[in-house]
């Protein structure tokens, strides 16, 4: 029997990981807004502008980049988020950003050829890289510009490895791999060139950028975001256990705890290229 493509995040991004970010897109946004700035400027999204928004979540970037942009598209496999994202752009009255539930590696728009592809912490999930990239560039124009963000490799984001380290107190954390889909998926610099040269691309650049990763308002704050978006995890303890990963996320976020917040170290790549 042939698995479609991505079936395993489609599924998980239709289910409590998407109903996670729905409830708290607010945090999550907050965790990654130090990196918005210089992101927002790589897009450098013109009046004239196509953009395609790959993985576009809950649409609060790509609801700023449409206040540049001639119209911008963006797609995401969670319908939950895609819902978010359309009530979040009528309040807004954004009419020229419009956000549709489909899977880009194999259904991209066709609204195309687009002059900026972009995508922010989206792109990392395809279960087949080469493929999805060849797609985005074949829906791009001749010249036009890919933007990514991605995250770099586990040893340079405790924000996730130590907090994946904790709600595991009895055995190995499990640390998504970095040559498959996760959020580590495009993690290694080397992949990234090689997955976007086989792709199409040229003139395939990465930019190192590190900033504070906010985890919560305070400790509170942190353990309660961190328990709802693993609540699947907790689950499968008994009390004893449960209440283990409990105590080492509080003395985690207690040990990150400052005056703007819980941080941590996190390190991305800023990924720019082109279609010839």
């Known amino acids: 029997m042939t698995t479609a493509p991505n079936a395993e995040q489609r599924a998980r991004w239709n289910g409590p990981s998407g109903t996670a970010w729905t409830e708290y897109a607010e945090h999550f946004e907050r965790g990654y807004a130090d990196y918005d700035a210089a992101y927002l400027a790589a897009v450098d999204a013109r009046a004239e502008d196509l953009v395609l928004d790959v993985g576009s979540g809950p649409g609060a970037l790509a609801l700023r980049i449409a206040t540049t942009a001639r119209r911008v598209v963006g797609v995401d496999v969670s319908a939950p988020l895609v819902d978010l994202a359309r009530r979040r752009a009528q309040a807004a009255g954004r009419d020229n950003a419009i956000f549709v539930a489909a899977d880009a590696q194999v259904d991209p728009p066709d609204e195309g050829p687009f002059d900026v592809v972009v995508s922010h912490f989206g792109s990392m999930f395809f279960d087949d890289s080469v493929a999805a990239f060849t797609s985005l ?140």
């Open 137 to 276: 560039c074949r829906a791009l124009r001749p010249g036009g510009r890919l933007v990514l963000l991605t995250w770099q490799g586990p040893e340079r984001n405790p924000w996730q490895v130590e907090v994946l380290r904790a709600l595991h107190p009895d055995q190995e954390a499990p640390i998504p791999p970095t040559d498959g889909p996760s959020p580590f998926g495009l993690s290694d610099a080397a992949r990234v060139r090689s997955v976007l040269g086989a792709a199409g691309f040229v003139d395939v650049e990465l930019e190192d950028l590190r900033a504070p990763h906010w985890s919560g308002a305070d400790p509170d704050d942190a353990v309660r975001f961190t328990v709802t978006h693993n609540a699947a995890v907790l689950d499968g303890y008994d009390e004893a256990a449960r209440r283990r990963a409990l105590d080492r996320l509080r003395a985690l976020f207690e040990a990150h705890h400052t005056r703007d917040g819980v941080l941590f170290d996190s390190a991305t790549w800023l990924v720019r290229a082109r279609r010839p």
